[in-house]
Protein backbone atom coordinates (compact mmCIF):
# COMPACT_ATOMS: atom_id res chain seq x y z
CA UNK A 1 0.00 0.00 0.00
CA UNK A 2 2.57 2.14 1.07
CA UNK A 3 4.17 1.56 -2.71
CA UNK A 4 0.56 3.00 -4.48
CA UNK A 5 0.87 6.61 -3.10
CA UNK A 6 4.28 7.53 -4.60
CA UNK A 7 3.51 5.67 -7.94
CA UNK A 8 -0.14 7.70 -8.21
CA UNK A 9 1.53 10.98 -6.74
CA UNK A 10 4.06 9.89 -10.07
CA UNK A 11 0.69 9.41 -12.66
CA UNK A 12 -0.23 12.73 -11.86
CA UNK A 13 2.66 14.71 -11.99
CA UNK A 14 3.28 13.08 -15.47
CA UNK A 15 0.05 13.59 -16.89
CA UNK A 16 -0.34 17.13 -15.45
CA UNK A 17 2.83 18.18 -17.42
CA UNK A 18 1.78 16.14 -20.51
CA UNK A 19 -1.84 17.22 -21.00
CA UNK A 20 -2.91 20.84 -20.94
CA UNK A 21 -4.65 22.35 -17.67
CA UNK A 22 -7.80 21.85 -18.13
CA UNK A 23 -8.49 25.13 -16.91
CA UNK A 24 -6.60 26.46 -20.09
CA UNK A 25 -9.03 24.82 -22.82
CA UNK A 26 -12.18 26.90 -20.93
CA UNK A 27 -13.30 29.74 -23.23
CA UNK A 28 -13.81 31.66 -20.29
CA UNK A 29 -10.39 31.74 -18.77
CA UNK A 30 -8.68 35.11 -19.84
CA UNK A 31 -5.57 33.18 -20.60
CA UNK A 32 -7.31 31.60 -23.56
CA UNK A 33 -6.48 34.23 -25.81
CA UNK A 34 -2.28 33.14 -25.05
CA UNK A 35 -3.71 29.26 -26.67
CA UNK A 36 -5.41 30.61 -29.34
CA UNK A 37 -2.84 33.05 -30.48
CA UNK A 38 0.03 30.62 -30.26
CA UNK A 39 2.72 32.96 -27.93
CA UNK A 40 4.80 30.35 -27.42
CA UNK A 41 5.22 28.38 -30.75
CA UNK A 42 3.60 25.23 -29.04
CA UNK A 43 1.95 23.98 -31.97
CA UNK A 44 2.47 24.52 -35.76
CA UNK A 45 1.79 27.68 -37.04
CA UNK A 46 -1.01 27.96 -39.73
CA UNK A 47 -1.17 29.89 -42.45
CA UNK A 48 -4.75 31.11 -43.24
CA UNK A 49 -5.22 33.71 -45.95
CA UNK A 50 -7.75 35.93 -46.27
CA UNK A 51 -10.88 34.98 -48.75
CA UNK A 52 -10.27 35.83 -51.97
CA UNK A 53 -12.82 39.19 -53.30
CA UNK A 54 -14.92 37.76 -55.60
CA UNK A 55 -17.12 40.60 -57.61
CA UNK A 56 -20.45 41.06 -57.68
CA UNK A 57 -22.54 38.74 -60.65
CA UNK A 58 -23.38 41.22 -63.16
CA UNK A 59 -27.52 41.25 -62.97
CA UNK A 60 -28.93 41.50 -66.69
CA UNK A 61 -31.37 44.21 -67.39
CA UNK A 62 -35.09 43.14 -67.06
CA UNK A 63 -37.21 42.11 -70.39
CA UNK A 64 -39.23 44.90 -70.64
CA UNK A 65 -42.35 44.91 -73.53
CA UNK A 66 -44.56 47.87 -74.42
CA UNK A 67 -48.14 46.28 -73.95
CA UNK A 68 -50.00 49.90 -74.46
CA UNK A 69 -50.48 53.38 -74.01
CA UNK A 70 -53.07 55.25 -72.81
CA UNK A 71 -54.19 59.18 -72.34
CA UNK A 72 -57.17 58.48 -70.03
CA UNK A 73 -57.75 61.40 -67.66
CA UNK A 74 -55.91 63.69 -69.69
CA UNK A 75 -52.55 61.93 -68.62
CA UNK A 76 -50.26 59.84 -70.55
CA UNK A 77 -49.73 56.42 -68.70
CA UNK A 78 -47.35 53.44 -69.87
CA UNK A 79 -48.57 49.78 -69.66
CA UNK A 80 -45.10 47.80 -69.18
CA UNK A 81 -44.55 44.11 -68.81
CA UNK A 82 -40.97 43.18 -66.95
CA UNK A 83 -40.16 39.80 -66.93
CA UNK A 84 -36.87 39.01 -64.58
CA UNK A 85 -35.62 35.78 -64.29
CA UNK A 86 -37.16 34.45 -60.71
CA UNK A 87 -39.31 36.94 -60.12
CA UNK A 88 -43.26 37.04 -60.13
CA UNK A 89 -44.19 39.15 -63.47
CA UNK A 90 -44.96 42.66 -63.20
CA UNK A 91 -47.47 45.02 -64.58
CA UNK A 92 -47.42 47.76 -63.85
CA UNK A 93 -49.06 51.56 -64.92
CA UNK A 94 -46.66 54.53 -65.29
CA UNK A 95 -46.50 57.96 -66.11
CA UNK A 96 -43.64 60.00 -66.83
CA UNK A 97 -41.36 60.56 -63.72
CA UNK A 98 -42.67 57.42 -62.26
CA UNK A 99 -40.20 54.51 -61.97
CA UNK A 100 -40.13 51.01 -60.99
CA UNK A 101 -37.36 49.17 -59.56
CA UNK A 102 -34.51 50.19 -62.03
CA UNK A 103 -36.92 51.04 -64.44
CA UNK A 104 -38.03 55.05 -65.28
CA UNK A 105 -40.41 56.43 -67.64
CA UNK A 106 -38.95 59.34 -68.96
CA UNK A 107 -41.05 60.67 -72.21
CA UNK A 108 -44.26 59.14 -73.63
CA UNK A 109 -46.11 59.54 -76.90
CA UNK A 110 -49.16 58.30 -77.35
CA UNK A 111 -49.53 59.58 -81.28
CA UNK A 112 -46.54 58.11 -82.30
CA UNK A 113 -46.85 54.47 -79.99
CA UNK A 114 -43.61 55.54 -78.29
CA UNK A 115 -41.85 55.61 -74.82
CA UNK A 116 -38.64 56.08 -73.86
CA UNK A 117 -37.22 54.31 -70.41
CA UNK A 118 -34.42 54.26 -68.17
CA UNK A 119 -33.29 50.86 -67.66
CA UNK A 120 -30.54 50.73 -65.04
CA UNK A 121 -28.97 53.64 -65.89
CA UNK A 122 -28.94 52.87 -69.99
CA UNK A 123 -31.83 55.11 -72.03
CA UNK A 124 -33.65 52.98 -74.25
CA UNK A 125 -36.64 53.65 -76.60
CA UNK A 126 -39.92 51.25 -76.89
CA UNK A 127 -42.47 50.94 -79.60
CA UNK A 128 -45.71 49.74 -79.86
CA UNK A 129 -45.32 46.68 -82.11
CA UNK A 130 -48.91 45.16 -84.19
CA UNK A 131 -49.09 41.28 -83.01
CA UNK A 132 -50.74 38.88 -85.53
CA UNK A 133 -53.79 37.04 -84.88
CA UNK A 134 -53.66 33.07 -84.89
CA UNK A 135 -57.32 32.82 -86.35
CA UNK A 136 -56.96 32.35 -90.11
CA UNK A 137 -58.74 35.31 -92.18
CA UNK A 138 -62.54 34.87 -92.65
CA UNK A 139 -62.52 34.98 -96.65
CA UNK A 140 -60.20 31.47 -96.87
CA UNK A 141 -61.94 27.88 -96.59
CA UNK A 142 -60.02 26.20 -93.99
CA UNK A 143 -58.72 22.45 -96.29
CA UNK A 144 -60.21 20.09 -93.85
CA UNK A 145 -63.51 21.97 -94.74
CA UNK A 146 -63.38 22.29 -98.31
CA UNK A 147 -62.84 18.08 -97.61
CA UNK A 148 -65.95 17.84 -96.28
CA UNK A 149 -68.32 19.66 -98.53
CA UNK A 150 -67.75 17.06 -101.00
Do not use: C, W
Not at 49 to 64: A, C, F, G, S, Y
Not at 90 to 97: D, N, V
Not at 98 to 106: K, Q, T
Not at 118 to 142: F, I, K
Amino acid sequence: MTFAAPVSALVIGILSIIAPPAAALVVGNPYHSIVVRNSFGLREHVVTEPPEERPDPVTPPPNIQLTGLTNLGGKERVLLEIIEPGKLIQRPILTEGEGIDAIEVLEIDVATGRVQLRVMGVETVLTLQTRQSAVAPTGTPLPRAAALKN
